[in-house]
């Protein structure tokens, strides 16, 4: 049986966290974004579907290229971070199905099947844009979700030639307190929420 965590880990994770707007000048190493994806990797999906693509925006070009398909003050945020990674969702994530689901044909139940291919991806690749932030968190990191992009131009500069299609964007880095806002209501349990 799992221990719950302690106050100082949840408090990490969810009570303290927030979204940040703007980043501490220091860098986020290849390593780190490495020990990310080795956490969130292990988060549930759907057959072990796995269809979240991760591009580490982290030159100044890939920076500078993202930058240019966001509404201008999103675009900011990216140029200013040390690393913004674009989640994408790979449409032909079932044919990966025979090595990470081997306990059935699970490739069969989606071939020729677009309307659950779509709904899979999405719902699944948002899940792993979930367990990003919080893999990010766990090792220290804040993360600044955000759409305010134009999704057709990130898939044409980041995904051209592929079945990737982009989810959302994540800054990424060592958030600065003087960039958030005060914190949005968080409604308790019974306001939405019904136990049967």
């Not at 968190?137 to 500069?157: H, K, Q």
Request: hydrophobic letters at 40%; charged letters at 20%; aromatic letters at 12%.
């Amino acid at each position: 049986m799992s221990k719950a965590l302690n106050d100082v880990a949840l408090d990490q994770l969810f009570r303290e966290a927030r979204s940040y707007n703007g980043y501490l000048d220091m860098p986020v190493s290849p390593l780190q974004l490495e020990q990310i994806w080795d956490l969130m990797k292990f988060g549930p999906t759907s057959a072990n579907c796995l269809p979240a693509r991760i591009i580490w925006c982290s030159s100044e070009d890939a920076k500078q290229k993202l930058a240019a398909c966001c509404m201008p003050s999103n675009g900011e945020k990216i140029l200013q971070a040390p690393v913004t990674a674009i989640i994408g969702m790979d449409l032909e994530f079932y044919e990966n199905l025979p090595e990470l689901f081997p306990h059935a044909d699970a490739r069969s139940w989606f071939v020729g099947n677009d309307a659950l291919i779509e709904k899979t991806t999405f719902r699944n690749s948002s899940l792993q844009g979930a367990y990003f932030m919080l893999a990010a968190r766990a090792l220290g990191l804040d993360t600044g979700p955000m759409s305010g992009f134009n999704n057709a131009a990130v898939d044409e500069a980041f995904f051209a030639g592929t079945k990737v299609q982009s989810n959302f964007i994540c800054t990424l880095g060592y958030g600065d307190k003087a960039s958030i806002f005060e914190r949005s209501p968080r409604p308790a349990f019974e306001r939405f929420n019904s136990i049967l």
